[in-house]
């Protein structure tokens, strides 16, 4: 059985669909990115889940447990824009968070320790105001309150937006660690980081996921290619033999390159060359261009 099964779950603000019967589950052990534009609902799934919103239809059913059961020992949250007390050290921080998590004083001691260990801060920086520390260790000490409490889930919303190219190396390799001990839900607008570290992808426009599955299964989905040529001189004269191959969809000239599009790739690639060699065209460059991670959520988002 998934782990979290979320079905038609709806949320409307005043008279705006933020989210509109989305349904997905979530296998245990994966992690799982929330991938969508600016204002696609990536917030407002992502605190319902974590039960600081209520839907406005729908239902979030956890493993084993009836839907209007208290699940949030359950589950690990960091919002997209956290606020630190400042003026607590990092440690009284961690400590509190335990607290407020219901574990007991000593326990949450003892946890704080390790979590700081864990998530790369010094005993000597714990001691520290968090006023004082970078954006990347605020962060990892928001990823540290979040599993204070060892939940099953860990929720993270835009955990690396914000963060310098440092900063955001030091949070993804600690997701990277932390996905193989708990199951982790992270959104995100940047498909690199989803790429790198995610199992799943689900792609959300307007509020209603449009595509869902691992980022291996959607690049070959949506595989396209592009051939580009380059030659010395008479591009138009070339163009048009191009354009004469059935398989050739169209072709366009960008400054000395021609771009081709392909219904099928593999034998325009033939074709182009077969000419070439027989009518010794002026090439310089001959590239075959896989569409990017990008091109793919660009189709998928945009459509
Ligand atoms: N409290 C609110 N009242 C009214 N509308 C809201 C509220 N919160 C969000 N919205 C609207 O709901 C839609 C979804 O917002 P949401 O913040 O969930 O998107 P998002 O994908 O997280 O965006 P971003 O990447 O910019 O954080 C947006 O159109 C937003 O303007």
């Not at 933020?18 to 994966?30: D, E, I, L, R, W």
């Not at 059961?69 to 949250?77: A, E, F, N, P």
């Not at 954006?135 to 000490?141: I, N, P, S, T």
Request: glycine content about 6%.
């Amino acid at each position: 059985m998934a782990l979290l099964t979320v079905q038609n779950l709806s949320k409307k603000y005043q008279n705006k669909t933020a989210v509109h019967n989305v349904s997905f589950s979530f296998p245990h052990g994966k992690c799982i990115a929330l991938i969508g534009p600016n204002g696609a609902g990536k917030t407002t799934i992502l605190r319902t889940l974590a039960g600081l919103l209520s839907p406005t239809s729908g239902t979030i059913q956890f493993e084993n447990k009836k839907s209007n059961t208290d699940v949030r020992g359950m589950i690990g949250y960091l919002p997209q824009y956290p606020v630190f007390h400042g003026w607590m050290t990092g440690k009284e921080f961690l400590v509190y968070s335990g607290e407020l998590a219901l574990l007991p004083k000593s326990e949450a001691k003892h946890r704080a320790d390790e979590l700081l260990e864990r998530i790369g801060i010094s005993k000597e920086a714990s001691k520290e105001r968090i006023s004082r520390y970078s954006g990347g260790m605020k962060q990892r000490l928001g990823i540290a309150q979040a599993i204070i409490h060892k939940p099953m889930l860990l929720i993270l919303d835009e955990p690396v937006s914000s963060l310098d190219p440092i900063g955001r190396r030091e949070v993804l390799t600690l997701m990277e660690e932390l996905k193989q001990e708990m199951s982790i839900l992270f959104s995100t607008h940047i498909l690199s980081d989803a790429d790198e570290i995610s199992d799943e992808l689900l792609l959300l426009r307007q509020g209603e996921i449009v595509e869902a599955g691992a980022m291996q299964e959607l690049r070959q989905k949506y595989q396209t290619a592009k051939i580009e040529i380059g030659f010395e001189h008479s591009l138009e004269d070339y163009k048009g033999k191009i354009e004469a191959i059935p398989e050739v969809n169209e072709s366009k000239i960008d400054r000395d390159i021609l771009h081709v599009t392909a219904s099928d790739i593999a034998i325009a690639r033939q074709k182009i060359l077969a000419a070439a060699a027989k009518e010794n065209w002026p090439l310089t460059t001959f590239t075959i261009n896989r569409a990017s991670l990008e091109d793919m959520f660009m189709k998928v988002v945009s459509n």
